[in-house]
């Protein structure tokens, strides 16, 4: 099982930046890929940033050149720096981490973090 707490939501206004963090435990060492994801209201849950094995990252057309995905191992904890932020980032955020054990993937999910932009 791995759990995980995401912090770092607020309101801000547009072109300001905000810096979501994601700490993970439980059985992190069997974590594959952390990232991020977001949910506005109305819409699908969709990927914003990823880690994934060998430390590649991908971003949604969205974000990039705007949002950086970064890990700290030591700590157990993803992070999402957000600059340029505009009113369309305004979603719910959750951290999102796949466990591989062998053949057998689980995917867990963080409570959520609210994200608004508005001026």
């Known amino acids: 099982q791995v759990q995980l707490v995401e912090s770092g939501g607020g309101l801000v206004q547009p072109g300001g930046s905000l810096r979501l963090s994601c700490a993970a435990s439980?059985?992190?060492?069997?974590?594959?890929?952390m990232g991020w994801y977001r949910q506005a209201p109305g819409k699908e849950r969709e990927m914003v940033a990823r880690i994934i094995p060998g430390g590649s990252k991908i971003y949604a057309d969205s974000v990039k050149g705007r949002f950086t995905i970064s890990r700290d191992n030591a700590k157990n904890t993803v992070y999402l720096q957000m600059n340029s932020l505009k009113f369309e980032d305004t979603a719910i955020y959750y951290c999102n981490a796949l466990e591989v054990i062998g053949t057998i993937h689980n995917e867990y999910w963080g409570q959520g973090t609210q994200v608004t932009v508005s001026s």
């Open positions: 439980g059985s992190i060492f069997s974590i594959n890929t």
